[in-house]
């Protein structure tokens, strides 16, 4: 992942894939999202980063609704995001998402996790598929374990497997809650290449995270939380040698100390 | 001692007829109590309340109380089938209130399965499009059951004893027997009961066997 320097700029023409408008949320008296207005385009790659509770998963899981929002709207596709029921299930099947904890089905061999959103959501036929779900596999290069069970498998190989399950679904955009923070260091490195291929191949992507080599390599934008609020919003490179608030110097000044 | 050997065909009519208590009961109780913890974490306030009435309701009952009250209300309601002579009324009666009442324990197993999933679980489900309906069915109630096991198995293990409750409507299972054969031998009660409590222990013993094999072949697929 070092050869990226041009990254085709994502099709702002296109009307937004996603787009949030004036979205607040509350946990009880927390003000966790704050006036948030966010556009991202079809193939755009955002970087979420900020320090911890600054609202960053929130954001993220709003997008397919996991949580529900208070205030404002957000639209999917020019579609806003309807109620809980099977409208919302229709549209959750277009957002691919991917945990920082894997998550995948323990019940449910490797392959198994990946077919079952196809077969069970789509009413797809098992053998197209399966023939499908193994190129996944071997797309994020885990065919080898498409029986084990998720237990067997180490945490990169897990996350690896649940962003194939995610991809099954031949999703919009995909959604990353840091996918990598659960991880050895040494397994962290085969789970963003996958990502950067995905980025590469026009996937359009929310990735929260604090890799900041992935941010540099994949990412069209950086979005710094804090608080609740969206602070700041640059490209990578100028977010991270250049910050403009003062609250995005200090915590870039913390996570480089590492 | 005799008395076993030679009322050894009445005790063991009374303790098939347990079994059948046992097996109908219990499957009432795992349709039913499937279906009540579904409403209990359903995302539908009034389902959620309906399944906690449910459970409050049954379960803060005496079981005698809901099998003579089942066996005064069907007639009432002009209920009075039976399927032969051997299924008669008094026994499909006391199949479903047994039923019933075991299905708020079923229930309450399976939720504290369920609570023992992590939430990971059903988010990942519900974010590849899930219905609620389809995550419990695939991915929590599968793994919930596995985790019920044991508290499962100490529910069916009340209900083998709790089928004896059902003498009091006059079914003719094992706890019947007994009482008659009380009744008819003055003497050798001491061996009666023994005999009894031996029958009642097999059906425990076959219970909890049947659960530790279950859960033995859960944990094969890890
Ligand atoms: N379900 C919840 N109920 C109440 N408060 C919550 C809930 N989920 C999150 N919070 C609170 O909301 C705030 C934002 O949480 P969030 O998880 O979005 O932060 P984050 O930026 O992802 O942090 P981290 O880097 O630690 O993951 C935190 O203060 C958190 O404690
Ligand atoms: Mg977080």
Redesign the interface.
């Known amino acids: 992942m070092s050869d990226v320097q041009t990254r085709d700029s994502p099709d702002r023409t296109d009307s937004n894939l996603v787009s949030l408008r004036q979205v607040d949320k509350w946990f009880g008296d927390l003000h966790v999202l704050q006036d948030i207005n966010l556009d991202i385009a079809r193939g755009e790659v955002v970087v979420v980063i900020g320090p911890s509770g600054s609202g960053k998963s929130t954001l993220c899981r709003t997008i397919?609704r996991?949580e529900p929002i208070d205030k404002g709207e957000i639209t999917l596709d020019g579609q806003p995001l309807p109620q809980?029921g099977?409208e919302l299930?229709?549209?959750?099947?277009?957002?691919?998402?991917v945990?920082q904890?894997?998550?995948?089905?323990?019940?449910k061999t490797v392959l198994d996790n990946v077919m079952?959103?196809p077969t069970?959501?789509r009413k797809r036929g098992a053998s197209e598929v399966k023939q499908q779900a193994m190129q996944l596999l071997e797309r994020v290069g885990v065919e080898a374990q498409a029986n084990k069970?998720p237990?067997q498998l180490s945490g990169g190989q897990q996350q690896r497997v649940?962003i194939a399950?995610?991809l099954a679904?031949q999703p919009k955009v995909m959604l990353f809650d840091e996918p990598t923070s659960a991880l050895d260091p040494e397994m962290i490195a085969e789970v963003l290449d996958v990502m950067v291929g995905l980025a590469r191949d026009g996937m359009t992507m929310v990735v929260v995270t604090h890799e900041m080599g992935f941010a540099r390599t994949a990412a069209n934008r950086v979005i710094f939380m804090d608080e609740g609020k969206i602070v700041e919003e640059e490209t990578p490179e100028e977010f991270f040698t250049n910050p403009k608030s003062d609250r995005a110097k200090d915590f870039l000044g913390k996570i480089l100390k590492h | 001692m005799q008395v076993l050997i030679d009322n050894f065909g009445l005790i063991l009519d009374g303790f098939v007829k347990t079994l059948w208590l046992l097996l109908f009961a219990g499957l009432i109780a795992l349709v039913l109590g499937t279906l009540l913890v579904a409403l209990r974490v359903s995302?539908v306030a009034v389902m959620r309340a309906v399944g906690t009435s449910y459970i409050n309701v049954v379960r803060n009952t005496p079981l005698l109380l809901i099998v003579y009250l089942f066996g005064a209300l069907f007639p009432v309601l002009g209920y009075t089938a039976s399927i032969s002579s051997y299924i008669d009324y008094s026994f499909i009666t006391a199949t479903i209130a047994l039923g019933m009442y075991a299905a708020a324990f079923v229930c309450e197993a399976l939720r504290a399965g369920i609570n023992s999933i992590?939430v990971?679980?059903a988010?990942?489900?519900?974010?590849?499009?899930?219905?609620f309906g389809?995550s419990m069915s695939?991915?929590i109630l599968?793994?919930a059951f596995?985790a019920a096991i044991p508290p499962l198995a100490s529910t069916y293990i009340a209900l083998a004893k709790n089928t004896s409750v059902a003498l009091a409507i006059g079914v003719t299972e094992a706890a019947f027997a007994m009482k008659k054969l009380n009744n008819e031998y003055a003497t050798g009660r001491s061996w009666i009961f023994f005999g009894f409590a031996v029958g009642y222990i097999l059906i425990v013993w076959a219970i909890a066997a049947f659960a530790h094999g279950l859960e033995r072949q859960a944990g094969k697929?890890?």
Request: proline share 6%; aromatic share 8%.
């Open positions: 397919n996991l809980e099977k299930a229709r549209l959750r099947a277009e957002v691919g998402m945990f904890s894997f998550n995948l089905f323990a019940h079952l959103g069970k959501v069970y237990a649940a399950r995610a679904m | 995302p992590p990971g679980q988010e990942a489900a519900r974010s590849l499009g899930m219905t389809q695939t991915v599968p793994q596995r697929a890890r």
